[in-house]
T-cell receptor
Framework: QKEVEQDPGPLSVPEGAIVSLNCTYS??????FMWYRQYSRKGPELLMY????GNKEDGRFTAQVDKSSKYISLFIRDSQPSDSATYLC????????????FGGGTRLMVKP | DGGITQSPKYLFRKEGQNVTLSCEQN?????MYWYRQDPGQGLRLIYY???????QKGDIAEGYSVSREKKESFPLTVTSAQKNPTAFYLC?????????????FGSGTRLTVV
C-alpha cells in the first residue's frame, strides 16, 4: 500500500461545477499538507499548503485537512477550463527539510 | 526573477549513450531534487541533495548519477545502465523549511530514446 493514495482520474466536470479532489494517507505523523497543480508538459506549481487540521481558502480554492481520518481535500468552486490539469497532493513530517511524499496525482478536465 | 531552470526542454538519446540534464536555481535554496515522471504516473525520486558536495539516492537511483559542486547546480546524468530512460524529468529545489515554501519545480526535460 502506498503511503499517500490519490485517485488518478480522469475526473471530467462541466464548467462552473464544484470539484472535490482527495488524498488519503497512512502515516499519522504527517503535519504539513500541500496541493500542486501541473499543466501538461510543465513542472508542478504550489497551489496551497496547510498545517495540521482545518481549512484554508484562497479565492476559488479551499484546502481541507482531517487528520483524524487521514484525509485531505482540495475544493475548486466555479471551475474553469483553465483549471484542467493534474493535481498532486504532497505532505511531510515537519519543517526541518524533510522530504515531501507525493500522491500519484488526479487528472482533472473541465469542459466548456 | 528567481527560479529554477532546466535544460534542454527536449533531449534524444541513442542506445548506449550517456546524457546529462542541467538544473540551475537562483533561489538560494539548500536542497535540490530530481524526479522522474512517467505518463499517468506520479513523481518518483531519483536523487536529492541537501547540501553542497553531498547527495543521497532516492527510490530509483539505479542507472543515474548526480553531482552537487555548487549550491546553484544539480546536474543529472542518465547513463547507459538505465534501460528505460524515456520519461519526463523534473528538478526541484527547496529552502530548509520545506513546509513553509514547498518545492519549486523546473519546467522539466523530456528525454526520449531513439
Amino acid at each position: 500500500q502506498k503511503e499517500v493514495e490519490q485517485d488518478p482520474g480522469p475526473l471530467s466536470v462541466p464548467e462552473g461545477a464544484i470539484v472535490s479532489l482527495n488524498c488519503t494517507y497512512s502515516n499519522s505523523a504527517f503535519q504539513y499538507f500541500m496541493w500542486y497543480r501541473q499543466y501538461s508538459r510543465k513542472g508542478p506549481e504550489l497551489l496551497m499548503y496547510t498545517y495540521s487540521s482545518g481549512n484554508k481558502e484562497d479565492g476559488r480554492f479551499t484546502a481541507q485537512v482531517d487528520k483524524s481520518s487521514k484525509y485531505i481535500s482540495l475544493f475548486i468552486r466555479d471551475s474553469q477550463p483553465s483549471d484542467s490539469a493534474t493535481y498532486l497532493c504532497a505532505m511531510n513530517l515537519n519543517n526541518a527539510g524533510n522530504m515531501l511524499t507525493f500522491g500519484g496525482g488526479t487528472r482533472l478536465m473541465v469542459k466548456p | 526573477d528567481g527560479g529554477i531552470t532546466q535544460s534542454p526542454k527536449y533531449l534524444f538519446r541513442k542506445e548506449g549513450q550517456n546524457v546529462t540534464l542541467s538544473c540551475e536555481q537562483n533561489l538560494n535554496h539548500d536542497a535540490m531534487y530530481w524526479y522522474r515522471q512517467d505518463p499517468g504516473q506520479g513523481l518518483r525520486l531519483i536523487y536529492y541533495s541537501q547540501i553542497v558536495n553531498d547527495f543521497q539516492k532516492g527510490d530509483i537511483a539505479e542507472g543515474y548519477s548526480v553531482s552537487r559542486e555548487k549550491k546553484e547546480s544539480f546536474p543529472l546524468t542518465v547513463t547507459s545502465a538505465q534501460k528505460n530512460p524515456t520519461a519526463f524529468y523534473l528538478c526541484a529545489s527547496s529552502a530548509w523549511t520545506v513546509a513553509n515554501y514547498g518545492y519549486t519545480f523546473g519546467s522539466g526535460t523530456r528525454l526520449t530514446v531513439v
